[in-house]
């Protein structure tokens, strides 16, 4: 497996995938998926003692086994490769269903396992939604490697877990070293939550 490009050189942008789907071998993807399942069922259950215990031995385990496979940064997966998800399991999965420019949407649907209470998504996971896509347009093709200075999200209602809500993000203004960037979350014609973002492109010494 080789490193396909470096996120740390000059010119460097945060769109260009580190890894490519044929990098990660058939199962990558779908044992991820796997685990997405597994994260909103678990936190939809109430377990029984016996089978608590088997879980905690089977993850001590499997945590066992990924010791001998860590890498450095630059190395990992995780985030750093084009497939729904980005290979990570921390954002929400999302599908992109307009790619342009200066413009994004898609569609999510935030499983149980980011309930906050009374079937409403837990507020913290809207600003990480938000930071991944506002974050993939300040980074996108051509654009070089910005960071967010701030994310001000509005909740304007309820976000509803389980149901399927559409997301739009687009570059308001550039300014200089400035990205001003707006979206919005919503569920049918309700808005659910806005975000005024800024993202600061690097100056050639920072990371
Ligand atoms: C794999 C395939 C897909 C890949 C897709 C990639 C998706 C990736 C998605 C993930 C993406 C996730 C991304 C992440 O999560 S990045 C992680 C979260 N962000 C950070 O950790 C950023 C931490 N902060 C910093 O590093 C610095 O403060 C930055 C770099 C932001 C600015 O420090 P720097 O020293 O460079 O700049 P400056 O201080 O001279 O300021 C310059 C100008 O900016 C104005 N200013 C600064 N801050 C603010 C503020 N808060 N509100 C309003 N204005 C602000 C300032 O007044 C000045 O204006 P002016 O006086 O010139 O007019």
Known sequence: MEVASASAEPGRTWNSPHWTADDIGPDFA?????????????????LPDDLTEEMR??????????LEHQVPEERQIAGRIDIPG????????YELDAVEPDFLAGRLTYGRHFLGRNG????????????????R???????PASRTAYLHVDYRSITPI???????AEVARQEGRKRFIRGTLSH?????????????????HQR
């Not at 044992?31 to 069922?41: C, N, P, S, T």
């Not at 347009?137 to 654009?143: D, Y």
């Not at 049918?188 to 690097?202: H, S």
């Open 86 to 93: 980005r290979g990570q399991l921390l954002v929400p999965n």
């Open 120 to 135: 409403a998504v837990y507020g913290g996971a809207i600003p990480l939604l938000f930071d991944s896509v506002l974050g």
């Open 137 to 143: 347009l300040a980074n996108g093709p051509g654009r």
């Open 30 to 46: 779908p044992m991820l998926d796997a685990m997405r399942v597994f994260h909103h069922r678990l936190a939809g259950a109430r």
């Open 188 to 204: 049918g014609g309700t808005l659910c939550a806005d975000v005024d973002a800024l993202f600061l492109v690097l100056r050639p």
């Open 57 to 66: 031995g089977i993850f001590e385990r499997l945590g066992e086994r990924l």
């Open 162 to 168: 389980e149901t399927e809500l559409r997301f739009t």
